[in-house]
C-alpha cells in the first residue's frame, strides 16, 4: 500500500474522532489574553504541541516552547498587516507570476497571515485554505484574529486528500500555495512526484505554483529535481526559507514580471515588501545535482534528508 494512502487513512482516523479529542490533550491559557510578555496559550493537539507567545508587541504561534524556535507565524498587535517573516513576502511573488488570480487553494493555514493579506488585498478572491489540524485553525481565530471573509473555505483535513478528491471535480485554481511544513517535520507523502502531479491536475491551464521550502538540507537536490520533473523550470526565491514558483505553460518574460510587479508593489510596500525586493530575488539558475533522485510515493526519505546540512548550498 502507497505511503501516502497509509498517512491519509491516518489522518482521517484522528479527524473521525472530532473536537473533543482534540481538546482533551494538555491545555493551557492565561487568564489575561492581553498579556504583553508570555504564553498566552498551550494546548497539545491530535497532531503537535501549540504555544500562542506574547513579546511586547509581537504575537507567535510555535511548535516549540522555546522562544523564536519553531515560529510558524508572527504578527505585530500593532500593524497587523505587516508581514514579519521574509518567506511571507517571497510568496507572495505569485502575484508576479499572475497579478489577478480569481481562485486560490492554500495548504496550511497557520496564523493565518498570508491568507489574511490576500483576503484583504484581493476581496473578490475565492480563497480556499485547507488545514489538517482544526486546532491551529481555532488558534488563528483567536490568537490571530483570522476572519474568513465569506468566499473563504477552511477544509479541516490532510492536504493530499483534499487535492486527490478535488482532481475529480478539475477546479482549476489559478494560485495554489504550498505551506504545510514545519521547521523540523515535513509530511512526506506531500513531496513527491505523484502528489506534485495531482496537484498540477487541479490547476488551471496557466496556473501558479507557489511552494514554501527550505535551502539548507540535503532535501534540496531531491526536492529541486522532483519539482522540475513534474513542472520544469521554476524560479527559485531564497532568504532562510527557499521558495519554489512556477507556472504551467511556461514562465512569464522579465518585462511581464517587472509590468505585474509595479501593479502590485504599493500594497506589498505597506506590508513591509520593499520596492525591488522580490525582483532582485527571481532567478531560475539550477544550482541543485541534477542526478538527485525523484522523490515518489515508494521513496521519500525526506525527513532524514532534512537532517543533515547541505554542503556548500
Avoid at 501549540?50 to 510558524?72: K, P, W
Avoid at 525591488?276 to 533522485?293: F, H, P, S
Wanted: glycine share 8%.
Amino acid at each position: 500500500m502507497k505511503r501516502w494512502l497509509l498517512t491519509a487513512l491516518t489522518a482521517a482516523a484522528a479527524m473521525s474522532l472530532g473536537a473533543s479529542s482534540t481538546q482533551a490533550g494538555s491545555f493551557f491559557e492565561s487568564p489575561n489574553v492581553s498579556a504583553k510578555t508570555g504564553v498566552l496559550h498551550e494546548e497539545r493537539s491530535l497532531y503537535r504541541n501549540l504555544f500562542v507567545r506574547q513579546d511586547g508587541d509581537e504575537r507567535c504561534l510555535l511548535f516549540r516552547a522555546r522562544r523564536n524556535v519553531g515560529r510558524e507565524s508572527c504578527k505585530l498587535m500593532s500593524n497587523p498587516d505587516h508581514l514579519i517573516f521574509d518567506y511571507t513576502h517571497m510568496m507572495l511573488a505569485a502575484l508576479y507570476v499572475d497579478p489577478a488570480p480569481k481562485k486560490i487553494l492554500i495548504i496550511g493555514l497557520g496564523g493565518a497571515t498570508i491568507p489574511d493579506a490576500l483576503q484583504k488585498m484581493m476581496p473578490g478572491v475565492q480563497l480556499d485554505i485547507v488545514e489538517i489540524d482544526p486546532a491551529v485553525d481555532r488558534v488563528a481565530r483567536k490568537y490571530f484574529d483570522f476572519k474568513p471573509g465569506p468566499r473563504t473555505r477552511v477544509f479541516v483535513e490532510d492536504g493530499r486528500v483534499f487535492v486527490k478528491r478535488a482532481a475529480r471535480q478539475k477546479p482549476n485554481y489559478d494560485l495554489v500555495m504550498l505551506d504545510a511544513f514545519a521547521e523540523d517535520y515535513i509530511p512526506e507523502h506531500m513531496l513527491t512526484r505523484e502528489f506534485l502531479q495531482e496537484v498540477k491536475s487541479i490547476m488551471a491551464p496557466r496556473g501558479v505554483l507557489a511552494a514554501n521550502t527550505w535551502s539548507t538540507s540535503e532535501l534540496y537536490d531531491y526536492e529541486s529535481a522532483t519539482y522540475a520533473d513534474v513542472f520544469g523550470p521554476f524560479y527559485n526565491l531564497k532568504s532562510g526559507n527557499r521558495i519554489i514558483l512556477t507556472r504551467l505553460g511556461g514562465l512569464p518574460a522579465p518585462e511581464e514580471l517587472r509590468a505585474n510587479a509595479a501593479k502590485w508593489d504599493p500594497q506589498l510596500l505597506r506590508r513591509g515588501v520593499a520596492r525591488g525586493e522580490l525582483m532582485g530575488m527571481i532567478n531560475t539558475r539550477v544550482d541543485w545535482d541534477t542526478k538527485a533522485r525523484v522523490l515518489t510515493d515508494q521513496y521519500s526519505p525526506s525527513n532524514v534528508l532534512n537532517a543533515r546540512k547541505r554542503g556548500g548550498g
